[in-house]
């Protein structure tokens, strides 16, 4: 039997129950893929994270979802470092992790309680912009609930980004699973990478400066609570689109669900040559102990 300690961190919010939770095993990084994503679907969390030693960086993550490893995710890196902070296992206000996705600096504010967890994602890759009707289809929407055109962008893991119309649309959507293939066929992603991220320019509260929906196929939850990758890759978009004024502000998420998110989001660079994306949240640590395998 393996034993590893394990913490369950609430990312994206300061309270309990707020924001997206994720499982973090120490130790785990060594662990098969089959026993992580047997972890992942026995959490019921959209994703959890399994940490190493590293030769690069301050510790080596691996992330996992139930369907399989992707090279980053953002709520995950915010849970993990808050984990490691509550352990003693890191200190300071600035650490490197090795992620798939490459090197990730972290910078940690200590004057917030929980501490505020700041990741520079990497230069936005962007891709290819899958037709209107293909985004629509795939949420159930009309392709004029939609903004623009969509587009795969990446700070470390592709989402297609959807700017809608209004809030209304938003709350509408729904994942359609039998139109998904068809758009992840034109985006070049995998099925289960392939879900359309939704935002809106304007909050779920007067803090907020955007808000968005990510819907999920089996074997995840229907939803994400907060998706900070995507959300760096959103505002990439919306910095190169010239749909926002400025290049700092307040993305919320999860409020639908009743566990609201909120990130502090700053674009690095001009518009045209965007170098990274800050995005930072908090998390609280709601349970600590081990696990056994």
Same mark, same amino acid.
């Given at each position: 039997?393996?034993?590893?300690?394990?913490?369950?961190?609430?990312? #994206?919010?300061? !309270? *309990? #129950?707020?924001?997206?939770?994720?499982?973090?095993?120490?130790?785990?990084?060594?662990?098969?893929?089959?026993?992580?994503?047997?972890?992942?679907?026995?959490?019921?969390? !959209? $994703?959890?994270?399994?940490?190493?030693?590293?030769?690069?960086?301050? !510790? =080596?993550?691996? %992330?996992?979802?139930?369907?399989?490893?992707? /090279?980053?995710?953002?709520? &995950?890196?915010?849970?993990?470092?808050?984990?490691?902070?509550?352990?003693?296992?890191?200190?300071?206000?600035?650490?490197?992790?090795?992620?798939?996705?490459?090197?990730?600096?972290?910078?940690?504010?200590?004057?917030?309680?929980?501490?505020?967890?700041?990741?520079?994602?990497?230069?936005?890759? #962007?891709?290819?912009? &899958?037709?209107?009707?293909?985004?629509?289809?795939?949420?159930? +929407?009309? *392709?004029?609930?939609?903004?623009?055109?969509?587009?795969? @962008?990446?700070?470390?893991?592709?989402?297609?980004?959807? !700017?809608?119309?209004?809030?209304?649309?938003?709350?509408?959507? =729904?994942?359609?699973?039998?139109?998904?293939?068809?758009?992840?066929?034109?985006?070049?992603?995998?099925?289960? +990478?392939?879900?359309?991220?939704? @935002?809106? +320019?304007?909050?779920?509260?007067?803090?907020?400066?955007?808000?968005?929906?990510?819907?999920?196929?089996? &074997?995840?939850? &229907?939803?994400? *609570? #907060?998706?900070?990758?995507?959300?760096?890759?959103?505002?990439? %978009?919306?910095?190169?689109?010239?749909?926002?004024?400025? /290049? @700092?502000?307040?993305? $919320?998420?999860?409020?639908? +669900?009743? =566990?609201?998110?909120?990130?502090?989001?700053?674009?690095?660079? *001009?518009?045209?040559?965007?170098?990274?994306?800050?995005?930072?949240?908090?998390?609280?640590?709601?349970?600590?102990? $081990?696990?056994?395998?």
């Amino acid at each position: 039997m393996t034993t590893l300690p394990l913490d369950w961190a609430d990312a #994206f919010t300061d !309270v *309990p #129950f707020g924001g997206n939770g994720c499982a973090v095993l120490h130790g785990g990084a060594a662990l098969d893929d089959a026993t992580c994503k047997a972890v992942v679907r026995e959490t019921s969390l !959209v $994703e959890c994270t399994f940490t190493g030693p590293s030769e690069v960086a301050d !510790v =080596r993550v691996r %992330y996992f979802l139930a369907s399989g490893e992707i /090279p980053f995710a953002g709520h &995950p890196t915010v849970a993990t470092v808050a984990a490691l902070l509550h352990r003693g296992l890191v200190s300071g206000d600035r650490i490197t992790l090795e992620t798939k996705a490459g090197l990730i600096p972290i910078e940690i504010d200590h004057s917030v309680s929980p501490p505020r967890i700041v990741m520079t994602q990497t230069a936005p890759v #962007f891709g290819p912009s &899958p037709d209107k009707s293909l985004v629509a289809d795939a949420v159930s +929407l009309s *392709p004029s609930d939609i903004l623009g055109q969509p587009q795969v @962008v990446s700070t470390g893991l592709p989402f297609c980004i959807a !700017v809608l119309k209004d809030r209304d649309a938003l709350e509408r959507a =729904r994942l359609d699973l039998d139109a998904l293939p068809r758009l992840a066929a034109a985006s070049g992603e995998r099925l289960d +990478l392939a879900e359309p991220f939704l @935002v809106t +320019l304007g909050g779920a509260t007067a803090a907020g400066d955007t808000f968005s929906r990510l819907l999920m196929a089996p &074997p995840s939850p &229907p939803e994400d *609570p #907060f998706t900070g990758s995507a959300t760096g890759a959103m505002a990439a %978009y919306l910095w190169l689109k010239g749909l926002i004024g400025s /290049p @700092v502000f307040t993305a $919320e998420q999860g409020h639908g +669900l009743g =566990r609201p998110g909120q990130a502090q989001v700053e674009v690095l660079g *001009p518009p045209e040559a965007i170098t990274g994306v800050r995005v930072a949240g908090q998390a609280h640590v709601l349970i600590s102990g $081990e696990i056994h395998l």
